[in-house]
């Protein structure tokens, strides 16, 4: 994994893991972080995923996610940034976001 400063590490494309990534996509909530990214027209802040949790758990969620490779996160000034991965994602497993995040998977929730 790669660190650079205050950006926590991320894992390399190389070291995903399917297990690892479908594990985190279990959870609900996580998988609503992960399609509120793929429908925002940019990077999101922590504070403003519409998600039924507290601030402690939440930031266990986000780990969860960026250590599967789902997320990438960075700061900008003291707001901690999460972009979705889809392009590295796509790259280790072809159609996996897209099953989650068409509009029939979001229907089935």
């Not at 403003?48 to 507290?54: N, Q």
């Amino acid at each position: 994994m790669r660190r650079m400063g205050r950006t926590p590490p991320h894992p390399e494309v190389s070291q995903f893991d399917l297990q690892q990534v479908l594990e985190a996509l279990v959870d609900p909530v996580r998988r609503s972080i992960v399609t509120q990214l793929d429908d925002a027209a940019e990077d999101l802040a922590c504070g403003t995923f519409d998600i039924p949790v507290s601030k402690s758990t939440a930031t266990h969620h986000f780990k969860v996610l960026r250590e599967a490779g789902l997320i990438r996160q960075y700061y900008v000034g003291t707001s901690r940034m999460n972009a979705l991965r889809r392009a590295d994602m796509d790259k280790a497993f072809p159609g996996l976001l897209d099953a989650l995040t068409t509009p029939q998977a979001k229907g089935a929730r």
